[in-house]
């Protein structure tokens, strides 16, 4: 099966910051690659499909890139509300396995 | 307005059984596959198992092949997840998750609020 791994697992930024969390496949799903974003407390919420298609709602600094095993979520701009867990998932095939998490919060 | 609603959870013991539930509405239920996803205490999330919306296809992670069971029955709207041969390690949050996406491409763009099976003796 296809592993996915996240890096890092956990960061800390000011507000206003870019922020950079790397998501990888152990072999390539094409972009079939999702972002979730999971707020304390709260039930997970689809961001991103297909690697960089923004879900409807969802504010234009998330953005996505990359493709075969290597894919980024960015954040131009951290703002409070941004505090969360981002989860990368796989949905090329069954398995549709998550990755472990990147914690962000603010400095 | 899409509404996923689990039930089902509670506490069983190590080697016990357990069917949970998810009532679905708001969108045409058949059209669509429907999912389980987990979330132990603290930790990340773990995609369960998916039925397609005919019920004809049924995907299941390794972790739970051969002891947990999904089933729908689309008359009622509704998602089931039989769980059997419960060990410690299944204690988790159970999310009811509707699936977007082509066949066999499954992603998550509605979730329910989950519901908790914790196993222990």
């Known amino acids: 099966d296809i592993q996915m791994t996240q890096s890092p697992s956990s960061l800390s930024a000011s507000v206003g910051d870019r922020v950079t969390i790397t998501c990888r496949a152990s072999q390539g799903i094409s972009n079939y690659l999702a972002w979730y974003q999971q707020k304390p407390g709260k039930v997970p919420k689809l961001l991103i499909y297909?690697?960089?298609t923004l879900e409807s709602g969802v504010p234009s600094r998330f953005s996505g890139r990359g493709s075969g095993t290597d894919f980024t979520l960015t954040i131009s701009s951290l703002q409070p509300e941004d505090v969360a867990t981002y989860y990368c998932?796989?949905?090329?095939?069954?398995?549709?396995?998550f990755g472990p998490g990147t914690k962000v919060d603010i400095k | 307005e899409v509404q996923l609603v689990e039930s089902g959870g509670g506490l069983v013991q190590p080697g016990g059984s357990l069917r949970l539930s998810c009532a679905a509405s708001?969108?045409?239920?058949?059209?669509?596959?429907m999912n389980w996803v987990r979330q132990a205490p603290g930790k990340g999330l773990e995609w369960v198992s998916g039925i397609s919306g005919s019920g004809g296809t049924t995907y299941y992670a390794d972790s739970v092949k051969g002891r947990f069971t999904i089933s729908r029955d689309n008359s009622k709207n509704a998602l089931y997840l039989q769980m059997n041969s419960l060990r410690a390690e299944d204690t988790a949050i159970y999310y009811c998750a509707k699936a977007t996406g082509a066949a066999g491409k499954i992603l998550f763009d509605y979730w329910g609020q989950g519901t908790l099976v914790t196993v222990s003796s």
């Open positions: 998932q796989k949905y090329n095939s069954a398995p549709f396995t």
């Open positions: 708001g969108f045409t239920f058949y059209s669509y596959a």
């Open positions: 297909a690697t960089s």
